[in-house]
Nanobody, 115 residues
Framework: QVQLVESGGDLVQAGGSLRLSCSAS????????MAWYRQAPGKQRELVAI???????NYGASVKGRFTISRDSAQNTVNLQMSSLKPEDTAVYYC?????????WGQGTQVTVSS
């Protein structure tokens, strides 16, 4: 069983920045991929960014160029640096981990961007 602990969600003004972190309770090298998803009220959960075990990244079209996903192997953590935030980035952000083919989700952290 993988435990995921997310942090960093907050209220921020449009144009601002936030950094989300997700700590995993297993060795990060046993993880196939780590990702961030988000879900806004009334909308489906969507992929924000993903990083695989060799460090290849991919981003959702709406965040490309503004968000950066990274991995801290020493701390078994995946981070999401969010810049130039927009009100439409408001959502609950969820950490997602593929651990030897089994998917785990964090509890979610709220990001609210005011206009």
């Amino acid at each position: 069983q993988v435990q995921l602990v997310e942090s960093g969600g907050d209220l921020v003004q449009a144009g601002g920045s936030l950094r989300l972190s997700c700590s995993a309770s297993v060795n990060i090298f046993d993880i196939n991929s780590m990702a961030w998803y988000r879900q806004a009220p009334g909308k489906q959960r969507e992929l924000v960014a993903i990083i695989n075990r060799i460090g290849v990244t991919n981003y959702g079209a709406s965040v490309k160029g503004r968000f950066t996903i990274s991995r801290d192997s020493a701390q078994n953590t995946v981070n999401l640096q969010m810049s130039s935030l927009k009100p439409e980035d408001t959502a609950v952000y969820y950490c997602n981990v593929d651990h030897v083919g089994v998917i785990y989700w964090g509890q979610g952290t709220q990001v609210t961007v005011s206009s």
